[in-house]
């Protein structure tokens, strides 16, 4: 008995470089494009990596404030501590229905905080030059708070309601680390205040 079966698509295709493969005008030019648009990226990439072993930056040198803030941040991790990933920040959102942005320059500002079984909401205020925050801790179960920032860490008692007040925090990046009574440690992502 004869089958006819219907032919496999690219079945009748000759592999690159057998005998009889296609090298027809144009092949040659465009396996050596290829070759060159490889090598550019190669290039490319050893130019990035040579910025990058120089620790220079195309725009300048990083402040030494910044390098130390930097240092002191990654001083301070826990490996032992959940993230708490920053979900809404009322910082540049203006409320509906008010012409002048301008007049909130001194208002607080309102940031949540999200992780794995708890939240943290916050009130940042402005004192002179330091800042004032006022928080909750939910579910209302967390036994203390510490503010970290490139100054120094400050621990604040959280009442049995879950909130919490920290003044004369200083300006610039700042992470809490929330300790919860029979659960790894929470900690909130850097952010500048």
Same mark, same amino acid.
């Given at each position: 008995m004869i089958h006819d079966d219907p032919p496999t698509p690219g079945a009748d295709r000759t592999p690159p470089g057998a005998p009889g493969a296609h090298t027809g005008p144009g092949v040659p030019e465009a396996l050596a494009a290829a070759d060159d648009h490889a090598a550019a990226d190669d290039d490319a990439d050893e130019a990035f990596m040579a910025i990058l072993r120089a620790q220079t930056s195309p725009v300048g040198a990083m402040p030494t404030a910044v390098r130390r803030a930097a240092r002191a941040a990654f001083a301070m991790r826990r490996d032992d501590t959940v993230f708490a990933d920053l979900r809404d920040d009322s910082l540049g959102t203006t409320p509906v229905g008010l012409r002048d942005a301008g007049t909130?320059? %001194?208002? &607080?500002?309102?940031? !949540?905080? @999200? *992780? &794995? *079984? /708890? =939240? /943290? $909401?916050? @009130?940042?205020?402005?004192? +002179? +030059? +330091?800042? %004032?925050?006022?928080? !909750?801790?939910? &579910?209302? !179960? =967390?036994?203390?708070? @510490?503010? !970290? $920032? &490139?100054h120094g860490t400050s621990h604040h008692d959280v009442d049995p309601d879950g909130a919490f007040l920290a003044r004369g925090v200083p300006r610039g990046p700042v992470s809490l680390l929330v300790h919860l009574p029979e659960a790894p440690p929470a900690t909130t992502r850097w952010l500048t205040i």
């Open positions: 909130l320059a %001194d208002a &607080p500002r309102y940031v !949540r905080f @999200e *992780g &794995p *079984g /708890v =939240a /943290v $909401s916050m @009130e940042i205020t402005l004192v +002179d +030059d +330091d800042r %004032d925050l006022v928080g !909750r801790v939910a &579910p209302a !179960r =967390a036994l203390a708070v @510490e503010v !970290r $920032s &490139p």
